[in-house]
């Protein structure tokens, strides 16, 4: 499947969105991290800043996001990740990759389940987890949704700390860095079919960690469901579809000041 390279994204603070009222439930993969562990920070130690580009175009081989060693900070401070955070040559990184599969050893499996995002801004704790003061986290969210013919979608996803979101194993929201919670859109174009979204969340310093997600509504955008499992086989017949690639994206930002 084509990368879609780095576009940037849109900030929205301060501007009105009109949110669907569709429905986006996920099946989540937990992790709990552990202090100490590198690129994790306790409250208030971290550098605060945002990148638009800290992963690259695809997913890698063991499907992860793979660190782009070119990044940028859009504003403040963004630290390269660590190497004991990248898997091999392949600069996969390894937050989500537990150490009970020989992955980050500060990394552990915290549990499974189903999550429905909103628009509105949802703490994000693992499975056991009594309130968010002295946790630190990561979570694969993953949901699927159809559409009947091409469309075009806009994302306005929100998150404290990194949130990086896939269509079909293409890169189409890149926002890493330690920083506040903060909307951004992102736009993007799919073909007819049925198509898997992925979203990478950590939260890297310890205190209040938060997600959220929607879809914007206007004219000539699309506005699926989106679950947390695929579709049933006579659903795909219907629409006479498999699943198709990515067709292509776009992703604009109004900057704001730093």
Do not use: C
Request: net charge negative.
């Amino acid at each position: 499947m084509a990368g879609l390279g780095a576009f940037p994204l849109a900030l929205l603070a301060g501007m009105p969105v009109a949110h669907a009222t569709a429905t986006y439930t996920f099946g989540v993969q937990y992790f709990s991290v552990a202090q100490g562990t590198a690129d994790f920070y306790p409250s208030g130690s971290g550098p605060t800043g945002t990148s638009l580009n800290y992963v690259t175009a695809t997913l890698g081989p063991n499907g992860y996001p793979v660190f782009n060693p070119s990044f940028t900070a859009y504003s403040g401070t963004v630290l390269a990740a660590s190497s004991s955070s990248l898997i091999g040559t392949t600069n996969q990184i390894n937050w989500w990759d537990p150490a009970s599969s020989g992955g980050n050893a500060g990394v552990t499996a915290a549990g499974t389940g189903t999550l429905t995002l909103t628009s509105s801004e949802q703490t994000m704790n693992v499975p056991g987890q009594s309130g968010d003061t002295n946790y630190l986290a990561a979570d694969i969210l993953t949901g699927y949704f159809t559409v009947a013919t091409a469309s075009t979608i806009e994302l306005s996803i929100g998150a404290d700390d990194d949130a990086f979101v896939y269509v079909d194993g293409s890169l189409v929201f890149d926002y890493g860095g330690l920083n506040a919670y903060s909307p951004v859109t992102s736009t993007f174009s799919v073909t007819a079919g049925t198509h898997e979204v992925q979203i990478f969340y950590v939260d890297r310093e310890s205190g209040i960690g938060a997600l959220s997600f929607s879809e914007v509504t206007g004219t000539g955008l699309s506005t699926p469901t989106i679950t947390a499992t695929v579709p049933e086989p006579g659903t795909l017949a219907v629409l006479g579809t498999g699943l198709l690639g990515l067709l292509a994206a776009r992703r604009k930002r109004k900057p704001a000041s730093p």
